[in-house]
Structure formats: C-alpha cells, structure tokens
C-alpha cells in the first residue's frame, strides 16, 4: 500500500501549483482522501478532504476559495489546486487515505487516517 505525493516545489507567491497524491495497493473508491500540511516548527493541520465518489469535500478557513480537492477514481489520484498562494502556505503536503467504511465522509482529523503518503514541499516566496 502507498501513496506517492508529486507537484510541490517553489512557487511565487500567488502562484497556483496542483498537487498530485496517487495511490497504490489499495480499491481507491473505497477510500476517503485528505491533504494536510505541517509548516517548519508547527503541528500537523487538516488542509481538505474528499468522499470516496467526490460528492462531498470540506476545507480548513485559510484555503477555503483558494484550494480546490477532487479526486479521479479511475487513475487512483487525488489532487489539491492551490491558487492565490501565500508565504504562509509554506509546508509539507500530505495526502492521506481512510477505508470510507470507518468514518464521517470527509474527515479532518489526522488520527482519523490510516494510511500517509511521504509528503511533499511547497515553498511559497514573496
């Protein structure tokens, strides 16, 4: 089972990179998905997640209107379209899988996931 985290980098500020997490070793439709980031010297956060089909999605206050969740089920991917970037944003992105049968269906608590991806580093310059 893993997750592979694709499309960070450095990026200017208002930028819009998309992020890419693809999953393998697992019925991705059976899974929700979920992007969080951990910024140098700060805790893990919740940044969105999607249902299993992409009917429903939430997201933290700071990204909402700015970053969009979807998923394609038939390449096993979930993306995050980051725009309007801030320095702020600086972080590791994860992306994260939870078998749909276990909980709400967009969780946003860490703990509520099973399965992490490596993470990847979005640097946003000013």
């Known amino acids: 089972v893993q997750l592979q985290a694709s499309g960070g980098g450095v990026v200017q500020a208002g930028g819009s990179p998309r992020l890419s997490c693809t999953a393998s070793g697992i019925i991705f439709s059976n899974y929700a998905m979920g992007w969080f980031r951990q910024a140098p010297g700060k805790e893990r956060e919740f940044v969105a997640s999607i249902n299993w089909n992409g009917g429903s999605t939430d997201y933290e206050d700071s990204v909402k209107g700015r970053f969009s969740i979807s998923r394609d089920n038939a390449r096993n991917t979930v993306y995050l379209q980051m725009n309007s970037l801030k320095p702020e944003d600086t972080a590791v992105y994860y992306c994260?899988?939870?078998?749909?049968?276990?909980?709400?269906?967009?969780?946003?608590?860490?703990?509520?996931?099973?399965?992490w991806g490596q993470g990847t580093l979005v640097t946003v310059s000013s």
């Open positions: 994260a899988a939870v078998w749909r049968g276990k909980v709400s269906q967009t969780p946003r608590r860490s703990d509520d996931y099973d399965i």
